[in-house]
Structures are given as structure tokens and as C-alpha cells.
């Protein structure tokens, strides 16, 4: 349609997070985000197809026990495209070697042709991997 803008993937992705360096760290080791620029109050990260912006509030009036919570307006959750189900699997490995909490390996059906696994950042921000059915 003309009266429509076409867009194609996403570019960037910016979340704001209540500990720079714990973010940075956990999005480096645990998903392949490597910093590309770093200042003060916030980091630029790639892995290679897109990049992730994490940045310190912009103010002191953040309450010290504040968490993301998918229920209010906003971001719902994140999810990275793996390969295919045994990556699935691999990352099951790498939460348990990390105590990282995850959720179970989801069916999405049919119609979706996703498997999805459900985990948190340091931030409490819903993340998934999505893997598409093999072929």
C-alpha cells in the first residue's frame, strides 16, 4: 500500500536498566553483545545483525528495587531468533551453568512454527529465544 511505510528489520533495540556494567556483562556473556562504544550512561552493543543500546536512567528518582514488569504499558518481551530446537537445548545448558532461571521448551503449533524458551535479565525484562520448526 502507498499510504504505508515499509520497513524491514529491526535496527536497534534500547533498554533502560538499573545496573549499566551487570547489564552489559549479562548481554555480553550470556547472548553474544558486544560493546562497540561506551560512555557513561550508556553502552552500544552489536552481535553481529543487530544492535542493543542499554543506558543508565536518565534521572535519581528510580526507586532501588524497581523491575521491569511486562503487565504495564510498554515492552511485553524480547525475542532472539536461534538456529533451530538444539540451540534450544544448548542454551537449557548454558542458564543451568549460569543459574539462570528459564521457563520450559514451548510448542508454539503449527500455525506459529516456533519453539520458544522464556528467561529473564538482571532487570526482570522477559527475554526468549525462538527457534523455527526444521524443515
Known amino acids: 500500500m502507498p499510504d504505508q511505510i515499509a520497513t524491514t528489520?529491526?535496527?536497534?533495540?534500547t533498554l533502560t536498566v538499573s545496573d549499566?556494567?551487570?547489564?552489559?556483562?549479562?548481554?555480553?556473556?550470556?547472548?553474544?553483545?558486544?560493546p562497540v562504544r561506551e560512555r557513561p550512561d550508556r553502552v552500544i552493543m552489536h552481535n553481529g545483525s543487530m544492535a542493543l543500546v542499554l543506558r543508565a536512567p536518565g534521572d535519581d528518582l528510580i526507586a532501588p528495587d524497581d523491575r521491569f514488569n511486562e503487565n504495564r504499558v510498554g515492552l511485553?518481551?524480547?525475542?532472539?531468533?536461534?538456529?533451530?530446537?538444539?540451540?534450544?537445548?544448548?542454551?537449557?545448558?548454558?542458564?543451568?551453568?549460569?543459574a539462570i532461571p528459564?521457563?520450559?521448551?514451548?510448542d508454539l503449533g503449527a500455525e506459529a512454527?516456533?519453539?520458544?524458551?522464556?528467561?529473564r535479565d538482571p532487570d526482570n525484562i522477559q527475554l526468549e529465544l525462538t527457534a523455527p520448526y526444521s524443515h
Open 113 to 119: 512454527g516456533v519453539y520458544v524458551l522464556a528467561f
Open 76 to 98: 511485553d518481551h524480547l525475542s532472539f531468533v536461534v538456529e533451530n530446537h538444539a540451540a534450544l537445548e544448548d542454551a537449557i545448558r548454558i542458564f543451568d551453568a549460569h
Open 20 to 34: 549499566l556494567q551487570r547489564s552489559l556483562e549479562f548481554y555480553r556473556n550470556l547472548l553474544g553483545f558486544n
Open 102 to 106: 528459564y521457563g520450559e521448551i514451548k
Open 9 to 13: 528489520t529491526l535496527h536497534h533495540l
